[in-house]
């Protein structure tokens, strides 16, 4: 019964409906609208494709991801292949052999400079690991151990197989000069030099090896020898110069004594003295002896006469005796032969004591010469290896690809920059 009366409530005529208001759409239909929900969106939903068909539409591939796949094959995928097949296949094993050595002296291990045995300032001389570092990597060292071990020949054993890390066909020395840098690997650390040779045979390596450390040996042995021959110039210069100085000075010495006809004026100038202290003394006797005579005797009485005449006489003797050490006069008084004496005296006595300095350095540095100050010394021989060591096939491998990617993302990047700016 009472689906019946639904029913029926159900199938009513809409008579009423005409004249009953339209209900007002509440805030979620609104909001459909708004956001194309409604009649409107249903409509335009029709109209156009369905979601899923449009997003397969915008993923299919268009042309510039085909080009950026390609160039992803051809510039990263195919090079590294390409790389890691060759190191696998065709590189060629590397042998390394290494030495350490550092420079000692005499007076006991020291890290010092060349320039401060040698008589430079500390400053303004270059380390000795620093020496050997640039002599090792020079173009005169690779010249020499060309001519002496053939490097050409040994760096090019592999050439038909491995074109890549062999030396090359180019025959100008700064080649090989480059490709030396590049298998002699040379690093130093307070004072001590470390050097690794590369080469396709273990023996080959431990040769030129032998070969570094032999001719930075012959180097630390010709820096030390051309030092102590400049010590040795320079003290015998300096003794040369302190004799001849003496020599002038005892020649002046010399003439001053022939001009004066005097063999040390400073004696004549005591014995002066003495002969005019005595002269005095009796000068003062012969007055009290005057003034005694006149007390009882007359002026003209010969006692007192005579004895006048002899104090006159006496006065005469100092006065001449003085004038012989005043200064001034005609010729040259004994103060001024004794001046010029005294101060060729004092040059005299500077020039013998330059000159025994002169000596005793001259005689230090032949002593210090006849013994190496400095000389080097190998704490790691070169060794002589077992095994390949280089080249590292799966670094070299990572690392190609690495870099090649990265070379691409930077031109895939600049390339969608200029596509946008357009």
């Known amino acids: 019964m009472a689906k019946e009366m639904t029913k029926a409530k159900a199938n009513l005529p809409e008579a009423g409906d005409a004249a009953m208001p339209e209900p007002r759409p509440g805030p979620r239909a609104l909001r459909a609208e708004a956001a194309g929900q409604g009649q ?54 590397q042998y390394a052999s290494r030495l350490a050595f550092t420079i000692q002296s005499d007076d006991g291990p020291t890290l010092s400079s060349l320039g401060q045995i040698f008589g430079g300032t500390a400053t303004g001389a270059a380390d000795d690991a620093e020496i050997l570092y640039g002599f090792i990597q020079s173009q005169n060292l690779v010249e020499k151990l060309e001519y002496e ?64 450390l032999a001719e930075s040996t012959d180097l630390i042995n010709r820096l030390s020898a051309e030092a102590r021959e400049d010590a040795v110039r320079d003290a015998r210069l300096f003794l040369d110069e302190s004799a001849e ?18 063999v040390d004026p400073s004696l004549d100038v005591q014995a002066l003295m003495k002969r005019i202290g005595e002269l005095e003394a009796t000068l003062t006797e012969e007055q009290l002896r005057l003034d005694q005579l006149r007390q009882f005797a007359a002026d003209d009485d010969s006692r007192v006469v005579t004895t006048e005449r002899r104090i006159a006489s006496l006065e005469s003797a100092v006065a001449s005796e003085r004038a012989k050490l ?97």
């Open 245 to 262: 100085r003496l020599r002038e000075v005892r020649l002046a010495i010399a003439a001053l004594r022939a001009a004066e006809q005097r």
């Open 326 to 422: 005043a200064s001034g006069g005609d010729g040259p008084t004994l103060s001024t032969a004794v001046g010029r004496f005294e101060e060729l005296t004092v040059d005299r006595e500077l020039a013998e004591q330059a000159y025994s300095v002169a000596l005793a350095s001259f005689e230090n540095a032949k002593a210090e010469a006849r013994r190496q100050q400095r000389y080097l010394s190998a704490h790691v021989s070169p060794t002589l290896s077992e095994k390949p060591e280089y080249p590292q096939r799966y670094l070299l491998g990572a690392l190609t690809g690495l870099f090649l990617f990265m070379g691409w993302v930077v031109l895939v990047m600049i390339g969608y920059n200029v596509k946008d700016r357009r």
């Open 40 to 93: 409107a969106g249903a409509l335009a939903r029709r109209a156009g494709p369905p979601r899923r068909q449009r997003l397969r539409a915008e993923a299919r591939f268009r042309t510039r991801h085909w080009l950026l796949l390609v160039s992803f094959f051809v510039l990263v995928v195919g090079p590294t292949v390409y790389a890691n097949w060759y190191l696998h296949t065709r590189a060629a094993d």
């Open 149 to 212: 071990l053939g490097l050409r020949e040994r760096f090019n054993r592999v050439m038909e197989t491995d074109w890549f890390f062999a030396l090359g066909d180019d025959p100008s020395i700064e080649a090989l000069t480059d490709y030396w840098k590049s298998m002699v690997i040379v690093s130093f650390s307070a004072g001590i030099v470390e050097v690794e040779v590369r080469s396709f045979e273990p023996h080959d390596s431990q040769e030129i090896a032998l070969a570094v």
